[in-house]
């Protein structure tokens, strides 16, 4: 059984050193002042190197890695066919005047690989194609008004961000209508009180927030949705930025049996290579042409090279079905662990990103408590967001990730006797 991490030296001193120069130290998704790391001191904070699903932090930890930084490692740490990929293309050259044919061939692989794909544009970051759909569909339609789903995440930019957040103006948000996931009556009545106004509709696959259980979408909303977007000329946007070739190589509407206007795409195109796309369709094309919309490393060879190495790999494999087999494996695993141990480990989501919650207690405390016992054994998930499956993971990794849960509930047991 794995040892258990007492602390981590290393990180803290770096964590010191960094909140010196940089605000808050290490900041966003992969930093201390995200709930996803709760508790604190149960988590490393910087890591040295990695390697298929696993990564070692600064003192020298091991572990197996469930987060796959928040979505990018779907193949596995350093896969070797898309960094081969790459070092080939940075032999020939990256950032330039022109761009290089890579450009249009991994557009070319997404319009025949992704269903309702006629073009793609690409960027870095998920959040640079979240933007750029919103304003496609605000150009096409000459409407003003997107409907979101509460406990949306599409990003950081000011449209998507809330009223009350530092930094956010009223007017970046006047425009947002907010519609519960899975109330259709909702949504149309939102539609008919707006006539005429709505541009788009943008919504994740499913509802993955943080600190609930997910939600899949009910039978026939997305049927229901997408023929509501049609007759009311809406622009129906899905945000495929997390879960996009995890659940099905041609897109998540393809998987639930409907076709988005636009699809945004970012964390497993190109296995860690810096790389987003939006895809639309035809009749969106001269609206995303007419954008002024682009940056200084938006068409840069190197990521897009990896990008058709990793999609043809996904492909080969068949990653979305791998995924969905490793990932019942283990939460059938885990979940058992936990009744054995007298927990009601409730997992919600798509198995390929399945997310977590100890259901004994609504406080969550339990819940981050048998977390933190598992990272300090080496497993790595987090308190409060779905988790990741790469392709690397092997059959032993998920048997000793079943093995050290166990054994991270029986230290939670031991503290609640009560339970
Ligand atoms: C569903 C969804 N949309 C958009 C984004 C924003 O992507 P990025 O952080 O790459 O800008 C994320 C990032 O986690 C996401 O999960």
């Not at 890591?47 to 796959?68: H, P, Q, R, T, V």
């Not at 933007?131 to 569909?137: G, N, V, W, Y």
């Not at 636009?262 to 895809?279: E, M």
Request: charged share 20%; hydrophobic share 40%.
């Amino acid at each position: 059984m794995a040892m258990k991490i007492n602390k981590y030296p290393k990180s803290r001193a770096m964590f010191e050193r960094a909140a010196k120069v940089i605000p808050s130290g290490v900041y966003g998704h992969l930093g201390p002042a995200e709930g996803n790391f709760i508790p604190v001191d149960a988590f490393p904070l910087f890591g040295e190197k990695a390697k298929g699903s696993y990564f070692w932090d600064l003192d020298g930890n091991k572990f197996i890695d469930y987060m796959c930084a928040y979505g990018p490692n779907v193949l596995g740490y350093g896969d070797e066919d898309v960094d081969a990929a790459a070092l080939e293309q940075i032999k020939l050259e990256n950032c330039t005047t022109s761009p290089s044919p890579k450009m249009v061939e991994l557009a070319e692989l997404l319009v025949d690989t992704v269903a309702c794909a006629d073009w793609a544009f690409f960027a870095k970051n998920g959040g640079d194609v979240t933007t750029l759909s919103i304003m496609t569909a605000r150009a096409a339609t000459h409407r003003k008004k997107i409907i979101f789903v509460n406990g949306f995440y599409h990003g950081v930019a000011p449209w998507c961000q809330k009223i009350d957040y530092p930094g956010v103006l009223p007017e970046d948000v006047e425009n947002n209508l907010y519609v519960d996931w899975n109330d259709f009556a909702a949504l149309e009545k939102l539609v008919a009180e707006n006539e005429g106004e709505v541009a788009a509709f943008i919504a994740m696959p499913y509802l993955h927030g943080n600190y609930f259980d997910n939600q899949l979408p009910a039978d026939g909303y997305w049927q229901k949705v997408r023929k509501l977007c049609t007759e009311k000329g809406i622009v129906l946007i899905v945000d495929d930025v997390r879960c996009g070739f995890r659940l099905d190589l041609a897109g998540s509407d393809h998987f639930y049996g409907f076709e988005a206007d636009l699809i945004c795409f970012c964390k497993a195109i190109a296995n860690g290579w810096n790389v987003s796309a939006l895809c639309g369709k035809e009749y969106l094309k001269s609206a995303v042409s007419g954008l002024s919309y682009t940056g200084s490393y938006w068409l840069s060879a190197v990521p897009f090279a990896a990008g058709i190495a990793c999609i043809n790999k996904m492909k080969k494999l068949d990653t979305p079905k791998l995924f969905r087999e490793k990932a019942l494996t283990l939460t059938n695993g885990l979940r058992a662990a936990a009744a054995n141990n007298g927990f009601d480990l409730v997992v919600s989501g798509e198995p390929a990103l399945f997310y977590m919650r100890i259901a004994n207690e609504d406080t969550l405390m339990l819940h981050q408590e048998w977390i933190a016992e598992c990272v300090k054994r080496g497993i790595f998930f987090t308190s409060h967001h779905n988790h990741f499956m790469n392709a690397s993971l092997s059959d032993d990794d998920i048997k000793h990730t079943i093995d050290v849960a166990e054994d991270a509930f029986k230290a939670v047991k031991k503290n609640h006797p009560e339970i």
